[in-house]
């Protein structure tokens, strides 16, 4: 069979043109507003272009897909020399930074320097410390990384261990480690590739705490890259995913730091050993929040990645039958394929919507927040929480369904589905372990439900509990009503409200009994997850919503966005139907009725599933997958990826000789 | 901080201790229980010991956690003959066997040669065909494989392209894979380890096709291994998991084995070009539904791993505070967190019980088969295919959520947990996609259903379909009733009912309107589904209430199994409120007892948690986790496990000299 090459065919495979062919919508029209304008899509194809151009990036995918876990991560450290450079020679702002990042869709080894080492500096550090530091970390003398996370401490702070104990006699701090489990752990960028760290530890002067500040400690020579003395320093094992970059541990042994190694913007230990400090910042605090809101957005990447995927190979794949005459269909005629696919593709325009709406958000409390307004701060920590929670866990999730229904070949690494399952699940537990999070939201809610239940006025996101539940109608009084998104919503709002209206009933009356009040939240913690659930649930249908109804686009692309985001809304209905059932939001004929309307959406947003994919605009080497390629060739590159694995160097694996032929060769001699 | 050490205390967990001292019952009479019986658990003890001693296995964890693919595979050759040698050694029966490969965990590189090569060949091949090959098979001079799944083909076999055409003039089969599309590609043990594989091929003689027949095909040289002339064949490439073993590819192009090379027991091609059939041996059938049995047994293993893992880690970790007075609290305290691990231990039990009740119902079938009778055929299709696809959906999902539970530790791989999910994603898959199973689930439960209607007499799983739904009336009349395990039965008996109800007269009401079959059926492919869902939840509530009544043992253990039990019922009608809403098997009120009881129960589940895992007794070495670990020192076993990291093989990574030292020099000389 001669004919059975692993070469890619040039043309597109035809059953995926065929369905480009019958979009309903024009997908750079799409692509512009998912991209917030023709400029910014023309600029990221740009940097893509340039990115690409370099076949590193190719082999890159290889290393990533075959290579051992020290092999890959070299493949990063070169990669990220690669962009840091192209970084400074081509004068990147943040955005395009970000967007390099985007296109490159996995970690890079150095990755916290820019992200998290640099902005604490410029955060933390005061205007006499930034010249020295900032200085030699932008002529990359300084590799840095940021050490909070310990081996028995993660979300809880108050918990860490690590201690800065002042010396006034030499004028310095002396960073320890006093337990195993005080070790830092975790942290990126930390066991191999950083020879500074911004340690977090608790300051101590004169055997008193003050509490946790940040100190800049040397772990690594700026010459050789040795460790240093006191330092023990190491990468914390193989992970599931995310294997580019080296976590590591740390543990300090009496190293001494000069005094002026405390970043001191907000607290400051003077030479006699005085504490004085500014409170912590609220700008600070403000950009810590920066990175949840960005949490959203890579939610929304993962799960329009997988649905690309998983759409474009619903497309060419072809097995079993429906129509006993016909030959075998595209799986994406089956209406549970439809079902398992169309909700990730649905979502995915969900959380661009949510995670615009709350960047927005973000920046103009930000920009309040320079003028010295700090007013936004709780609405922005409720938002932020309950959302990077919420679309962590759907998106993960999500796009598992997706990889599972790819059937076996959504099992290989050459597929990009497991490694970007893999590489997403981190969002659920960084920055805030999710349900910690959903309980900050849930008891911020239920603060601001008794100020609406003692009369205060309620604004921002929560204002819908000052509503009177008993004005509550279900909206959908009819099978064509289910079609109208307002009502959608209000439904969500309505569920939300007797959520928490639920919780907080129970909660007060359990405070009201002889309990204790940490016992009595214990006892409740479930439903306060719930709440918080629902309450961010609420919010993303409502962005979704407003996001379209303001939209400026064509009537064709009104129109199917429109169509899925009344599916994301009628699909969350009927998933959840119990929460809605239980909170009478809907009845059982609504119910029925807006789960007719879920099968009837699947059908009309078939047509245009692979345009309303295309139409996020993935570069191939992005997607990094055999199913998923904008050609629809996935048999071909599959078969093709086996080239690069390592297990086809030789004819005859080194362990045949090593183990099998000795085996076989003993087995053989001896008697049956 | 020289105390800071990664060695392993020699005293257990004394938070770990703590909880086996109050544990409420027997730990030793539950685990007999659970492998059937003193002299059962003695025996595996007795093969972990064999096992074990030798270091090798504790070496093998090492290269699974952190060695290349080729590395992780060449180890696991190596188990295999060390575990194929013992097999012939101590003469294994075909239990000890499967207990050895229950104790391993992860599969070996040439685990197809006895768990599927062989019985192939028993099954299929004639008595001369098998003193052949089967000698040969059993002397390791034959080591092979059998490949079904090609690259375009999966569950629905009927698609599959391979040819075997017979040639009269020299008696032989010229085997062919004529496109792309049709080259083998999944099969297990075919890329590298195998030099024969059972190959499934369409019969052609004469140009006429005659059906899928299995043919054997030697792929390499007995001799040297080498790649036979008109083969090719590989490794897929890398997986998600299950990297120990060498899934491969396989082309043939005009590869000529002789006629004899045909197993002929169910069909024969005479030398002349005759085909004479006996048709598909319904034994034949039996024994590949036996694969779906041991997945549920395996779903089973997969869930009580995880949640030994993640109960035992709950008890060792500390986290933030509960009562502002006390220290911080073992995670297991928090409700949220029982919340996410007792599912899944309750699962744990529920699945023993299902997957028992299964195997001796598979056990029985296969004995009446044995003695000419096929009328337990159906019905054992029906629940094999439904409870496989229930348990492997169930408990990989259940495991992923203990995995995040974990926190960060969780996505290391030496927590165990992400290894154990990867690992068991494929069961989804195998053996028939579980999409497809619930489908031919539903299929069959539709025809009985219209049976039921039409007055036929049913016996089996699906006999409650005769069933009067006039005469139902929730049996939960108040709260104490939800106690009753025979109730809550009932009332997932009553919503699997009413499912299959209600999408049968859809099915039927669409069918009688204008649409073609085929259409009709698509419309409702969600609700059948579901359907079919319903239906299998039920049977394992029943199985798991049925298992705990017919149960004999001590009071304690009863008790406990009891609650678990409840527990299981509770939290499946909680979770899937809205079906059980909507098919008025609960009302409002009861599911608010429920739920009230099913947050009660998490505080009665909570005293006993780790003497439930302890009771599955997995070595440390078979759950292969620093969370999991029997002692609890779960900080010094993840310290541990950095040791065996090849990063921390050198002081300073490799790719400092290579790219990073060069970068900085570059950096530093050029202008910011």
Redesign the interface.
Known sequence: ??E?TSSIPLQINPDLQEERDKASFNVTELTHIIYGGIEKTKKRKRLEKLLFSDPFFQEYQNVR???????Y??AS??KS?KI??LR?QHKWTDEEYETVLDICHDDL?LTLHHTMFIPALERLATEDQKSKWL?LA????I?GTYAQ?E??????LQ?LETTATYDPQTREFVM??????A?K??PGSL???SNHALVLATLIISGKKYGMHPFLVQL?SMD????LPGV?V?????????NSV?NG?L???NVRIPRNNMLMKNAQVSPDGKFVTRGPSKANYATMMLIRVQICTMAYQVVSSGATIGIRYSAV????????QDR?PKIL????QQ??IFPGLAMSYAFLFASRSLTRKYEEAFAEIQRGDFKSLPELHCLSSGLKSFCSEHSVRQV?IIR?SC??H?????AGL??LV?AA??M???EG????MY?QLARYILKRFAGAMSGQQLDGSTSYLSMDPATYVCPVMSETDCRNLTALCDIYRYRSYMTVCRVARQVQHDMESDM?Q??A??????DL?RAAKAHSYYIVVKDFVEGVDALVASAPVIKVLRTLCCFYAAHGI?E???????SEAVG?HQ?KWIKNLQ?SLLGEIRPDAVALVDAFDYHDITLSSALGCYDGNA??R??K??EN????KE??????Y????P??E???K?K?
Not at 234 to 242: L, N, R, S
Not at 576 to 581: A, I, M, R, V
Not at 645 to 648: A, K
């Open positions: 069979m001669s059975i897909a075959f290579g051992s876990r020290s092999e991560y070299a450290v070169k020399t840091f450079k400074r080894a200085t932008k002529q990359y003398k590799i996370t081996l028995g401490h993660g979300t809880y918990g320890n480690t006093p337990t195993l489990s070790m752990w975790w066991g191999k590739s690594r050789d890259h040795k460790v023990r190491g990468d914390i094992g193989a992970k599931m995913g995310g080296d541990y543990i300090l042994d794949r072809r097995q079993s039958k429906l129509d006993p075998e005629e089956y209406q549970t079902y398992k598992e599972q059937g076996g959504g099992y290989l690494n050459a497991g490694m893999n699940a981190p659920i537990t960084v372990e999710n349900t910690v309980l204790p940490h016992v939240i214990n006892k409740n913690l479930v997850v009927a959840y139907s119990g929460d809605f059932l239980e059982l119910l099968v048999y071909e599959l078969f990826s086996t694995d390592p297990m086809n004819e005859v694996h080194p362990s045949y090593q183990y099998l032929k085996f076989m003993e087995m053989n001896s049956l």
